[in-house]
């Protein structure tokens, strides 16, 4: 289970890493999601 401190890590890696912003968004509302179902 991921702490929401991993969470945050990630999206700044992604951010980070993605030049399309709106990319990213989706990206992480997935993760947000996924995350979400297993609570």
Avoid: F, G, Q, S
């Avoid at 890590?9 to 297993?38: G, H, M, P, Q, S």
Wanted: without cysteine.
């Amino acid at each position: 289970m991921k702490t929401m401190e991993n969470l945050d890590e990630i999206i700044k890696e992604i951010k980070e890493n993605t030049y399309d912003n709106e990319l990213a968004d989706v990206y992480i509302r997935e993760l947000l999601d996924r995350d979400k179902e297993y609570d």
